[in-house]
T-cell receptor, first 115, second 109 residues
């Protein structure tokens, strides 16, 4: 089956610093990757759609300068939370698409805590 | 009204019981996913359906495209099945996943 690796699984950082989260498709090429955020006891909220070689498309209300997304290759997308604040503490999950959105595979998620 | 509605939101049952979780949606879809999320947060994809029925071990998923409804069944439930189960549809028009709010399942020994 298709495998998506997300790293790190947990990270604690200080306010004002930046954190990079990686999402890799290990055994397939993903032209599209999605980044989601999940607040406690809520469902996944789409933050942005990342397409290889082009700028990411952000959902309404998501600050593109704060959440930098880079999809430099067909197997890697990164999400960088810049100048992190405690309110950015959340669970971030990526999803990589093989072919069409019908075949979407999920990373393990990253729990970010900003202190 | 959400485009994807799950019921129940919370379900507690005894070990061995037959479990059913329902998902109704209002958009045109090309496929539907059932996902499992354990307390640690990682998401596991259980099924991807576009029609009919799929079975994997004690898990069964069905979909009725005409009625815009899907069900996830767990037979002989076990405490390790305790997790949040999420229904996600592939919106045919937007080409995005739309998620239900999840069903929190607790199986007591």
């Amino acid at each position: 089956g298709a495998v998506v690796s997300q790293h790190p699984s947990r990270v604690i950082c200080k306010s004002g610093t930046s954190v990079k989260i990686e999402c890799r498709s290990l055994d397939f090429q993903a032209t599209t990757m999605f980044w989601y955020r999940q607040f406690p006891k809520q469902s996944l909220m789409l933050m942005a759609t990342s397409n290889e070689g082009s700028k990411a498309t952000y959902e309404q209300g998501v600050e593109k300068d704060k959440f930098l997304i880079n999809h430099a290759s067909l197997t890697l997308s990164t999400l960088t939370v810049t100048s992190a604040h405690p309110e950015d503490s959340s669970f971030y999950i990526c999803s990589a698409v093989r072919g069409t959105v019908t075949e979407a595979f999920f990373g393990q998620g990253t729990r970010l805590t900003v202190v | 009204k959400n485009e994807v509605e799950q019921s129940p939101q919370n379900l507690t049952a005894q070990e061995g019981e037959f479990i059913t979780i329902n998902c109704s949606y209002s958009v045109g879809i090309s496929a539907l996913h059932w996902l499992q999320q354990h307390p640690g947060g990682g998401i596991v994809s259980l099924f991807m359906l576009s029609s009919g029925k799929k079975k994997h071990g004690r898990l069964i998923a069905t979909i009725n495209i005409q009625e815009k409804h899907s069900s996830l069944h767990i037979t002989a439930s076990h405490p390790r099945d305790s997790a949040v189960y999420i229904c996600a549809v592939v919106d045919q028009g937007a080409q995005k996943l739309v998620f239900g709010q999840g069903t929190r399942l607790t199986i007591n020994p």
